[in-house]
């Protein structure tokens, strides 16, 4: 064997790469996400980026650092609209499809199978969602493919090198979102099941650890030094949706994938675990179940355990390649994909009017998120302009979360608004106003919240948010009040203020 190799054998052959059906898949992908880049609006986390990446640190309270820092920088090139924000997030959903050609073609797919991966995750309504939009989970999947991908490449060669590249993956998503730490322990704990345990003997794993530590360890250490409020934010997840997330997990896997490739990641499932041309991979068939029962223990979102599908999806593309012999076999395939990527397109992007969002919204409410934020500001203008001119200077506009905090922040400059504070997530630690500022205070805050009389003082509504379009997302009727003033300082207000969900 060769020397730079670990002493684990090589398994298997890799396809050639299907370059041509692939990169048609890329183009057609990436021109569909540019096209409707533009439409509706910012989401609400994308406002919260933009304010975050205004305030660069090595963590936040309920992420790490990347996300803001990679929006901070594309819309220094590209402009802070929405289509120029939203290149980022095209191109890593084209570079997740790519991934996961190669894992086809990695697992023996050959160029129909690569094709068919491609298809399937540029048609698939969670890769489209998070590919439209940037959002921590827009990185995350492809850093959970990339990871995969290296693994198979590692468990099929026994090229213990590979374990530096994982090391770097791991090392980098950890500062996108800390959910990879799922991903590791269910391929770990499936490898120590099933093996091949040899990889675990190289002499790069040690070097790959260190190499994730290295690139990890900033922002683990902001959150040490800052107790750990990650947790405080996930455990408030767990408690306000942890039930639903549970109850909802195995239909939300469906829809969020495709209904119509359900039969393509069982059959990669099932190839994967009963091949014996590919038992050195049995380890990552069964990473899926257990990374399923992770996100089930912590009543974490459905979505968290889709990339892993995609991977078994790209398993099942040889088999489905193999089936399709007959003239009528490529037409039923045809057609499943189309309508399976309409059906995506409809959930995950912005196809419909604003005003017909209730049906899509009510499996992927991030649409609704993504409408109103410009006639919110405007609500928040109208009242501001009602305060008296020689008591703005002392006034303050205050949200009850962030993408109100962030919506003010992009929009309000054209109303004259200052800067608003809020003490919902990280927002809290870009606060509080100063002492000085004792005046009225513009409030927004939920429906169905009421301001405590304990912290600001003569409250009354004086107008709500109406996004003109019907849609009913979280902001919709949120009630806006002019409070004469607070109880006390603001600095001795802020820590009751702040909250994480």
């Not at 640190?57 to 929006?71: R, S």
């Not at 919240?449 to 919709?476: F, I």
Request: aromatic fraction near 8%; proline fraction near 7%.
């Amino acid at each position: 064997m060769n020397a730079a190799r670990s002493d684990v054998s090589v398994t298997g052959r890799r396809a050639a790469f299907a370059t041509a059906p692939v990169v048609a898949v890329m183009v057609g992908l990436a021109g569909l996400l540019t096209g409707l880049s533009q439409r509706y609006g910012f989401h609400r986390d994308e406002l919260y980026f933009m304010v975050a990446g205004d305030h660069p640190a090595w963590g936040y309270v309920d992420q790490p650092p990347l996300t803001p820092l990679i929006v901070r920088t594309v819309t220094a090139v590209f402009g802070d609209a929405p289509a120029g924000l939203r290149v980022v997030s095209t191109l890593a959903c084209v570079a997740t499809v790519l991934v996961v050609a190669l894992v086809a073609g990695e697992l023996g797919g050959g160029r129909r199978a690569q094709m068919i991966a491609a298809f399937c995750a540029a048609a698939s309504a969670f890769v489209l969602a998070v590919g439209h939009m940037v959002s921590t989970a827009t990185f995350d999947m492809l850093a959970w493919v990339v990871i995969a991908w290296l693994a198979l490449r590692l468990l099929r060669t026994g090229d213990g090198r590979l374990w530096i590249a994982i090391g770097a993956a791991v090392g980098l998503a950890v500062q996108n979102k800390y959910l990879v730490g799922l991903l590791v322990v269910a391929l770990l704990a499936a490898l120590l099941a099933v093996g091949p345990r040899d990889v675990l003997r190289s002499r790069w794993l040690a070097v790959g650890v260190a190499v994730a530590a290295v690139l990890a360890g900033p922002s683990l250490w902001w959150q040490a030094t800052h107790g750990w409020p990650q947790l405080t934010v996930a455990g408030g997840i767990s408690a306000d949706d942890g039930l639903e997330n549970r109850l909802l997990f195995v239909p939300m896997q469906i829809a969020y994938l495709s209904p119509l490739f359900v039969p393509v990641w069982i059959a990669g499932f099932l190839r994967l675990w009963r091949d014996p041309e590919l038992r050195w991979a049995r380890a990552v068939a069964l990473a899926y179940p257990v990374l399923c029962a992770l996100v089930l223990l912590t009543g974490g979102k459905p979505y968290y355990a889709l990339p892993l599908l995609l991977v078994l999806t790209a398993a099942g593309c040889e088999p489905v390649s193999r089936w399709m012999r007959e003239r009528w076999r490529i037409w039923v395939v045809v057609v499943a994909g189309v309508v399976a990527a309409a059906m995506s397109a409809v959930i995950a992007l912005p196809l419909l009017p604003p005003s017909a969002l209730s049906v899509p919204n009510a499996i992927n409410s991030e649409q609704g998120e993504q409408v109103g934020w410009p006639e919110l500001t405007a609500a928040v203008a109208a009242q501001w302009s009602a305060i008296p001119a020689e008591q703005r200077a002392r006034a303050v506009i205050f949200t009850a979360n962030y993408g109100q905090a962030g919506a003010i922040a992009r929009y309000g400059p054209e109303y004259g608004l200052p800067m608003p504070y809020s003490g919902h997530m990280s927002h809290a630690d870009w606060g509080p106003p100063p002492d000085s500022a004792d005046g009225p205070v513009l409030l927004v805050y939920g429906e169905g919240d009421q301001p405590s009389e304990r912290l600001l003082t003569g409250c009354r509504q004086v107008g709500h948010v109406d996004n003109g379009q019907g849609v009913d997302n979280e902001e919709q009727n949120a009630p806006i009040a002019l409070c004469s003033g607070t109880a006390k300082p603001w600095s001795a207000l802020w820590p009751s203020l702040r909250h994480f969900y």
